[in-house]
């Protein structure tokens, strides 16, 4: 999968979109080791691409073991992912202030959370 992640976040075949970078965080939640997961997290932020307006709560892509598993990386994947969006649909602000809550509570990258609850509140969907 990394090599199909590198041509995607370079644009081949076309440039990544939102859609599928979101759809793309459930491949990235299944991988086993944390390095694995912070490499796909960089990779990912290399595409500077937000969260698509998608019809499914985002807390379906994203456990709590997958979280514990890189708290670090997560935070930094979705502050990076929330500076590209412009838009969050309720469901999904909501689940991405639970997962802000829970990556805090892990002790994730707090520059990162900080960010993330930032964003949320910009976006209408945190508390500063």
Do not use: C
Not at 17 to 30: D, I, K, Q
Not at 53 to 58: A, E, G, K, N, Y
Not at 91 to 97: A, K, L, M, N, P
């Amino acid at each position: 999968m990394r090599p199909h992640l590198i041509n995607r976040v370079g644009g081949l075949p076309k440039k990544l979109a939102s859609a599928e970078a979101t759809a793309l965080l459930s491949w990235v939640a299944t991988l086993p080791e944390p390095q694995d997961l912070n490499e796909a997290a960089d990779l990912l932020l290399k595409a500077k691409v937000g969260f698509a307006q998608t019809s499914h709560p985002l807390r379906v892509y994203l456990d709590e073991a997958s979280l514990a598993l890189a708290p670090d990386a997560w935070s930094r994947l979705i502050a990076g992912m929330l500076d590209h969006t412009a838009f969050l649909q309720s469901h999904t602000g909501w689940s991405v202030r639970r997962i802000a809550q829970k990556l805090a509570e892990i002790d994730g990258d707090q520059e990162a959370i900080t960010k993330i609850q930032q964003a949320l509140y910009n976006l209408g969907h945190g508390e500063r």
